[in-house]
T-cell receptor, first 112, second 117 residues
Framework: QKEVEQNSGPLSVPEGAIASLNCTYS??????FFWYRQYSGKSPELIMFIYSNGDKEDGRFTAQLNKASQYVSLLIRDSQPSDSATYLC????????????FGKGTRLSVIA | DARVTQTPRHKVTEMGQEVTMRCQPI?????VFWYRQTMMQGLELLAYFRNRAPLDDSGMPKDRFSAEMPDATLATLKIQPSEPRDSAVYFC???????????????FGDGTRLSIL
């Protein structure tokens, strides 16, 4: 089992809809979770992070964390064509000297 | 606006040549990461430094790759000799780690797009 798994997509949603991106992780002791957005040919850009179970909202973005199910998701409300990108889930493992582990990303396409 | 700076942005060279990539982390950050990104493998961690000390380079082919931090403002990644399979985008990222293992949002540089012919 990969440490961080994401559906590669592409996930296609119409403009204005809610896009739901999912991520599962294997290390039950993981404590910090991050979502990065990467446009084609660009570097990953941090958009959300979450540490506690439940929801965290920032503008049109909501991160959801369920540690019991080892599941983290990102919801994008009122999706815009400019949201079309690859979204990378990253998990900080419990070991102190171990950095973030990234999933391979989900490609989102918002259709106008 | 603080940024991670990477040079060069693009590099094309022939196999067998030495390649050196440089990274200036964000001032005040105490962790530096080197990643390689390909379509097939996604983002792979190559090396990780905290307070300039190498902590994890298990993802790096030791026979040809080396990573160093000669000072707090410069990290380098070298490939010698380079091979076509090294063609990828190499990202440097930096972060501030206040407590070991906690709160490590990483900020990425723009990357070096490397092509080995």
């Amino acid at each position: 089992q990969k440490e961080v798994e994401q559906n590669s997509g592409p996930l296609s949603v119409p403009e204005g809809a809610i896009a739901s991106l999912n991520c599962t992780y294997s290390d039950r002791g993981s404590q910090s979770f991050f979502w990065y957005r990467q446009y084609s040919g660009k570097s990953p850009e941090l958009i959300m992070f979450i540490y506690s179970n439940g929801d965290k909202e920032d503008g049109r973005f909501t991160a959801q964390l369920n540690k019991a199910s080892q599941y983290v998701s990102l919801l994008i409300r009122d999706s815009q064509p400019s949201d079309s990108a690859t979204y990378l889930c990253a998990v900080l493992r419990n070991s102190g000297n171990t950095p973030l582990v990234f999933g391979k990303g989900t490609r989102l396409s918002v259709i106008a | 606006d603080a940024r991670v700076t990477q040079t060069p942005r693009h590099k094309v060279t022939e196999m067998g040549q030495e390649v050196t990539m440089r990274c200036q982390p964000i001032l005040g950050h105490n962790t530096v990461f080197w990643y390689r990104q390909t379509m097939m493998q996604g983002l792979e961690l190559l090396a990780y430094f905290r307070n300039r000390a190498p902590l994890d380079d298990s993802g790096m082919p030791k026979d040809r790759f080396s990573a160093e931090m000669p000072d707090a403002t410069l990290a380098t990644l070298k490939i010698q000799p380079s091979e076509p399979r090294d063609s990828a985008v190499y990202f440097c990222a930096s972060g501030l780690e206040r407590q070991a293992g906690l709160n490590q949002p990483q900020h990425f540089g723009d990357g070096t797009r490397l092509s080995i012919l």
